[in-house]
């Protein structure tokens, strides 16, 4: 792309994690010379006490367009099917929230942490991986890079927010419901419902449709999605991926083995000096990430970091962070950030 002091933005979709984009793209200066506003149908929106003109979605919309940034609709085929190749052939750079492109051998999958050097084998698209995938990488990344990853044993903890705005409100007059008059007829009763299941005051194993081997497509989205960011298909994953009555922030038990030993005190070094990681353990206080605390912040945080006394290179991790930031948000912004500076 050719070097320029602003640049043309399109943010393409207004739900939950489109206007974290535009909350992300502010709060980290981008250097914005047009905004532009795409969803199904034009509409005008508050956002933070600023109007916003949202038009309806074409492919001449994204003439003169520098980055184009679409929210995506995970597990359903997003607008990015149908525009992605229009606002490329414009001229534009397309980083995809969705999951259309992330396992195309020709898209790059890119967490900027981790693996940013691959944003320059992008053709015009740039794929932004799945939100519980993205905290899990910048956590692993370096673990990896310094003592190798022989396996990861993952079960993810995933906010409503991460089904979109429908799971929220459902959250919501759930436990609306059950506050007024208890348990009865609360499947009935809800209007919004998004989930395959009671969301308040449950937990549920299922996040996305099942597929290969009774795994979700979540969860193989974790298997895969990590393979192709960190370049080795040899790592041994398995993932379980649980929805649970939090707003917003996923929380991740991940278990990792290596490949050379490492030790716990080792690893919080390496976090230390590591972009975009925070570390909160502290056993004495009982300090550790959770999700009411991250809401809100770009970082991965993580915590209960200690060896597996019984396996050899074993280890535990506590991994949260803000799944419409991070995992979402911020990621991609971040990626815009390397595209516009040549990285």
Not at 273 to 297: A, F
Request: proline content about 5%.
């Amino acid at each position: 792309m050719k070097k320029k002091s602003r640049y043309n933005v399109a943010v393409v979709g207004v739900g939950v994690v489109g206007i974290e984009m535009l909350r992300c793209l502010k709060a980290r200066t981008f250097p914005v010379a047009e905004l532009s506003l795409f969803a199904r149908s034009a509409r005008n929106i508050e956002l933070d006490g600023q109007a916003y003109i949202v038009e309806a979605i074409s492919p001449e919309g994204f003439d003169d367009v520098d980055i184009a940034l679409f929210a995506g609709t995970e597990g359903e085929k997003g607008a990015a099917v149908t525009f992605a190749h229009e606002a490329v052939k414009r001229g534009a750079v397309v980083i995809d929230n969705g999951a259309d492109f992330r396992m195309d051998p020709k898209v790059p999958l890119v967490v900027p942490e981790v693996n940013e050097k691959d944003v320059k084998k992008h053709k015009g698209i740039i794929a932004n991986p799945n939100c519980s995938t993205i905290q899990m990488v910048v956590a692993l990344g370096p673990i990896h890079k310094k003592a190798g990853l022989k396996r990861i044993v993952v079960t993810t903890l995933q906010a409503s927010s991460g089904a979109g705005r429908g799971a929220i409100e459902q959250l919501k007059e759930e436990n609306a419901l059950i506050a007024a008059g208890g348990f009865n007829g609360i499947q009935a009763a809800v209007e919004n419902r998004s989930m395959p299941q009671q969301l308040a005051y449950n937990v549920f194993p299922q996040i996305g449709g099942f597929a290969e081997d009774g795994y979700t497509s979540e969860e193989w989205k974790l298997v895969n999605e990590t393979h192709k960011i960190l370049h080795d298909n040899k790592i041994k994953i398995s993932a379980t991926t649980v929805r649970v009555p939090v707003r917003t922030g996923h929380s991740e038990a991940v278990y990792i083995e290596t490949a050379r030993p490492i030790s716990p005190d080792k690893v919080r070094d390496i976090f230390d000096k590591s972009p975009g990681i925070i570390v909160e353990d502290n056993t004495k206080t009982g300090l550790y990430p959770m999700p009411k605390d991250c809401e809100g912040r770009d970082e991965v945080f993580v915590g209960r970091i200690r060896r597996d006394p019984f396996v050899k290179n074993g280890m535990w991790l506590w991994v949260v962070s803000d799944n419409l930031r991070k995992g979402a948000a911020t990621n991609a912004v971040q990626i815009a950030e390397c595209v516009i500076s040549g990285s």
